[in-house]
């Protein structure tokens, strides 16, 4: 099964706070591919998706980020009209919910998704019988 590793944290929700972990992470070489930010009240959350994920870990740990991990599913979703019910409906038709969903940033002529539900394996096996593309370790190097 080809999964990809998504990072989560949470950060304080004031100016400043995503660029400086943007600024370590660029500093250190890693890249954002994927990311998906929301506040609440005085808490942001990021989800993201990096280049080179334990780096990353290791790198936010040391900087005093409590980073937790998570396999999402990263698929190719096609752009035009009905491209995202393309990848939607064969999950909707399995039962399966999907809990959050964001683009990928700078991947070349696709259009790629993370995904995140459960059960992870079940909804892999109905994308493989639907003719979508998951990628695993290759999306970290697009």
């Known amino acids: 099964m080809k999964t ?11 100016p400043g706070q995503l660029s400086n972990l943007s600024e370590v992470l660029g500093a250190n070489g890693i890249n954002i591919i994927a990311f998906y930010v929301a506040t609440e009240g005085d808490e942001g959350f990021l989800r993201f998706v990096s280049n080179d994920p334990e780096k990353a870990i290791n790198v936010l740990t040391s900087a005093g980020y409590e980073v937790s991990s998570n396999e999402v599913l990263a698929c190719v979703t096609p752009h035009h009209p009905g491209g995202l019910n ?31 539900l459960r059960p992870i394996e ?13 990628l695993g370790e290759e999306l970290y190097s697009m």
């Open 122 to 134: 079940e909804a892999y096996r109905i994308m493989g019988e639907n003719w979508i593309r998951v």
């Open 4 to 14: 990809v590793k998504e990072l989560s944290l949470v950060l304080k929700n004031e």
């Open 86 to 116: 393309a990848v939607l409906k064969p999950l909707k038709n399995a039962n399966i919910n999907v809990d959050y969903i964001y683009p990928c940033i700078g991947t070349g002529d696709i259009t790629v998704l993370i995904i995140g």
